[in-house]
């Protein structure tokens, strides 16, 4: 245990470095951003002053450090407020987008790598490749414009960007922040079906990408346990091979495995950036974005360490979760 809290810390200790040096080189002067660029030369000097900026870098290092440890991300310049205030009202949105979407990833993925693997060289893997192959591909800002394209504008079965319709904004308290949750607490269930009619179609294409991701390693874990021995002795006894494949070569690779949705997870917290700007979904990937086109570094370095950290407590819980599934590894 003392073990993965040292590597927790070390992990952390290199995110925040590299985000502190990024502020540093990035061609935008935090002065500026703060005071405008049409400021006097004296109201410059003294903002960069109370900034800490004229202190080597090893102090400033040392005091944005502590900030951050203490739970200060500084002040976005872009709403005025703290910038660690700004994520816990955008994040949840990020979360419940990408939860629906590792979700459609796991229950259609990982059936999928399985088929892929037990009909080898066949058309169901043929399919499940290709498929796969697609989802890595082409660029999800350019399958989120023809989807809203298709299913919106066309066929209208979904709902259009945004969270909500313009009438049912504001109708339900934000008790959590993720509005599908919220609308079912407070029993307006008009607004959670406006909700789901919103969420369904980016959530379903950061789930074709993480689709794409988990049946491809799923399909890989599958085929390596199917060659071993093991499985062509329980074959031999006659076990079923719907057993052979589920409670024997599948029941293996649930360790590997489960590090692999980890990431998708993280990877879909993070990744979120362009379907949210296509879809105007009021998320961290957007806050992040707006923050960049407006110079607020305070926010985009905020938004990068959430982001970071989120990495590092999956990473952390799937490491634990392997001491459940796999004695090994107690």
């Known amino acids: 245990m003392a073990g993965v809290v040292a590597s927790l810390a070390t992990t952390f200790f290199g995110l925040l470095l590299v985000t502190f040096f990024i502020g540093r080189v990035v061609p935008i002067d935090p ?7 049409r400021a006097p030369r004296d109201v410059y000097e003294k903002a960069r002053l109370e900034l800490g900026l004229d202190k080597p870098l090893w102090d400033q ?16 310049v872009l709403t005025s407020r703290p910038v660690l205030e700004d994520i816990g009202r955008v994040f949840p949105a990020t979360l419940e987008l990408a939860t629906l979407g590792v979700l459609f990833g796991i229950v259609i993925g990982v059936p999928a790598g399985v088929l892929a693997a037990v009909h080898r060289g066949r058309w169901p893997d043929h399919l499940v490749r290709v498929v796969g192959l697609i989802g890595y591909s082409v660029p999800i800002f350019w399958l989120g414009l023809v989807g809203l394209l298709l299913f919106y504008a066309k066929l209208s079965w979904v709902g259009g960007p945004g969270r909500l319709d313009v009438f049912y904004d504001g109708l339900v308290d934000p008790v959590t922040g993720v509005i599908t949750l919220d609308a079912a607490l407070a029993g307006e269930w008009d607004v959670f079906w ?14 074709y990408y993480s689709l794409a991701y988990i049946s491809r390693m799923t399909r890989s874990f599958m085929l390596d346990q199917l060659r071993q021995e093991y499985v062509t002795t329980a074959r031999v006894k006659g076990v079923s091979e719907r057993a052979v494949i589920w409670r024997h070569a599948f029941r293996n690779i649930r360790v590997p495995l489960l590090t692999v949705v980890a990431l998708s997870y993280a990877g879909l917290l993070e990744g979120a ?24 570094m305070n926010a985009v370095l905020g938004g990068t360490i959430v982001v970071g950290a989120v990495y590092i407590g999956l990473n952390m819980l799937s490491d634990l979760l392997y001491r459940v599934l796999d004695p090994r590894a107690r």
């Open 61 to 76: 290092f040392a005091r944005y450090a502590g900030d951050v440890l203490s739970g200060d991300l500084g002040t976005s």
């Open 31 to 37: 002065v500026l951003a703060v005071v405008g660029d």
């Open 273 to 296: 950036v362009l379907t949210e700007t296509v879809f105007a979904w009021p998320g961290l990937g957007q806050y992040i974005t707006n923050s960049l086109l407006n110079a607020d």
């Open 194 to 207: 406006n909700a789901i009619d919103h969420l369904i179609l980016p959530a379903a294409l950061l789930g």
